[in-house]
């Protein structure tokens, strides 16, 4: 996307027509490199350049069956890694149950792990009795299951849908929600996110594309290479900042400044301080941690890791805060404000939607259940949150319309705290 932030011969206007008739032009059929969620393949990127730590065995093959269907209302056509997996996926999409012998097991399934909680130990256990592209379709008909997320994630197809229809008829000056126009966006970005320009852990899209529609915008100073709390102190700063002005905020953060967010706004700061918050996104979010930070960490492994950081002028310190022990017990000390209104974006990959860059790091991370090629799907939620399920892309949320789904995830959330729905709190 060309846009043409300093162009001092052009009228505000003018700017704003050239850069609507691009958008309008181009935002469809858009390259999906060019347009891959701002702020995502940044975090720990170096950790998923440590795949020479990884051992031989995380390069075996699985079988790849061709599945077609719908997920969280989008048609998937893509490969999966058992005859289960293929079944379930279609017998949901189709209502139709068609093999009795794989109906009771299904049903034995859902019978057993219904009323247990999503986390990665109940999806680790079906993967293992069943196959992680079971366990992952699992997760999303049991997210979805419940009624806040189902009504959520109606609502993300539809205002997509309202974006799309509205950009070509050139009716640009209405794809944003009038709703959206009362809150200040507030950025946390991921690791190395100045160093590192083409990661995309700045940001750098959504807040052009959100500042030239109007929307007031900010970035986050936090250390690029900082640790889980030294940043969340950053993050606390200046959410006290905009509480005593009396600002009303939309959080988003990504990948290793979901876990940051949340220490900030449900340990570090009091809840007097945060009535300027009134909503929270986390995209892909490392709330517990991952598994490959685990790996690196173990010896002799550590010392690789950091002579590769020390090499690449990266701080090793956020690396420990990483892992899951460390995370799990971070998230079990905080209590986020139940005045805050949260909302996770995670992608569900299936076996068949990994790209190939991401192969190694997927496959290691299968014997512990579905995940995302980075984390486990289970160890991206947070306690009490909204989910909105986006299936058929990996942890670095290269789709070609996801500087639309952003805009659509936005005026949903500030839509909803307009109107002031029930929502689980």
Not at 224 to 251: C, P, Q
Request: charged share 25%.
């Amino acid at each position: 996307m060309n846009l043409h932030k300093n162009d001092k011969r052009r009228s505000p206007f003018h700017s704003w027509f050239r850069f609507a008739r691009t958008l309008a032009d181009t935002a469809i059929r858009r390259h999906a490199d060019s347009l891959r969620l701002r702020g995502t393949r940044g975090c720990v990127c170096r950790i998923a350049a440590l795949a020479l730590i990884l051992p031989v065995g995380a390069c075996f093959s699985y079988p790849k069956i061709p599945a077609v269907g719908y997920l969280a209302n989008k048609p998937i056509s893509t490969t999966v890694d058992s005859q289960l997996a293929k079944y379930y996926l279609e017998a949901s999409s189709t209502h139709s149950f068609p093999n009795a012998n794989a109906n009771e097991r299904i049903a034995d399934v859902e019978r057993r792990f219904e009323g247990r909680a999503l986390d990665w130990l109940t999806l680790k256990e079906i993967s293992e009795e069943t196959s992680p592209d079971f366990a992952a379709t699992f997760f999303i008909n049991h997210s979805l299951s419940d009624r806040h997320n189902q009504r959520f994630q109606a609502g993300f197809s539809s205002e997509l849908q309202r974006i799309k229809s509205l950009i070509y008829q050139r009716r640009w000056a209405r794809i944003v929600q009038t709703a959206l126009q009362r809150y200040k966006l507030l950025f946390i970005p991921g690791f190395h996110y100045l160093s590192d320009n083409t990661s995309g852990a700045d940001f750098s899209n959504q807040r052009q594309l959100m500042h030239q529609l109007g929307l007031d915008v900010q970035l986050a100073a936090t250390e690029e290479d900082g640790t889980v709390e030294e940043n969340a102190k950053m993050i606390a700063r200046i959410v006290r900042a905009e509480s005593r002005s009396h600002s009303k905020l939309i959080l988003v953060s990504t990948s290793k400044g979901g876990p940051e967010t949340a220490l900030a706004l449900g340990k570090i700061l009091k809840p007097g301080e945060t009535t300027s918050v009134k909503a929270w996104l986390s995209v892909g979010g490392l709330i517990r941690g991952t598994f490959l930070a685990d790996r690196i960490m173990a010896w002799p492994k550590s010392w690789i890791a950091r002579i590769i950081f020390w090499h690449e002028k990266v701080d090793f310190r956020s690396l420990p805060g990483l892992t899951t022990a460390a995370s799990r017990a971070r998230m079990n000390g905080i209590n986020l404000p139940r005045h805050i209104l949260v909302v996770q974006y995670v992608a569900t990959p299936l076996s068949g939607d990994i790209a190939d860059d991401v192969r190694s790091r997927y496959t290691y991370l299968r014997k512990y259940g579905p995940n995302d090629g980075l984390t486990l799907l289970a160890d991206e939620l947070v306690p009490d949150g909204i989910t909105i399920i986006e299936p058929g892309i990996d942890h670095f949320y290269r789709d070609p319309e996801i500087n639309l789904k952003s805009l659509a995830i936005a005026n949903l959330v500030a839509e909803e705290l307009t109107v002031g729905s029930n929502v689980p709190k």
